[in-house]
């Protein structure tokens, strides 16, 4: 049984950072693509950033390149989002999720996804 549990959200200032932890199980992530979405209230699920478990090649949405780094660590079957230079615009519940495809993930879907965890930046 698939499972992602994400922790780390919290409380920050603008500028602050914060890593993101998503725990997985009941899989392997080199058969999968990992990745990371936010929804902010009032507005759409966005995706933010993928990793191809297979060579660690990893996708961004332009508003977070630069400042945003997704990792995954395969010995702890382990995905983690770093995020440095916040942004009262990061402000979101983010969500660990995975998918067969990369297409798909990159286009806002996914297989499974955890309950999200939130992240507040104020200004």
């Known amino acids: 049984q698939v499972q992602l549990v994400e922790s780390g959200g919290g409380l920050v200032q603008a500028g602050d950072s914060l890593r993101l932890s998503c725990a997985a199980s009941?899989?392997?992530?080199?058969?999968?693509?990992m990745g990371w979405f936010r929804q902010a209230p009032g507005k759409e699920r966005e995706f933010v950033a993928a990793i191809r478990c297979i060579d660690g090649v990893a996708y961004y949405t332009d508003s977070v390149k630069g400042r945003f780094t997704i990792s995954r660590d395969d010995a702890k079957n382990m995905v983690y989002l770093q995020m440095n230079s916040l942004k009262p615009e990061d402000t979101a519940d983010y969500y660990c999720?995975?998918?067969?495809?990369?297409?798909?993930?990159?286009?806002?879907?996914?297989?499974?996804r955890g309950q999200g965890t939130q992240v507040t930046v104020s200004s």
């Open positions: 999720a995975k998918s067969r495809s990369m297409v798909t993930m990159r286009a806002g879907e996914f297989d499974y």
């Open positions: 009941g899989f392997t992530c080199t058969s999968s693509h």
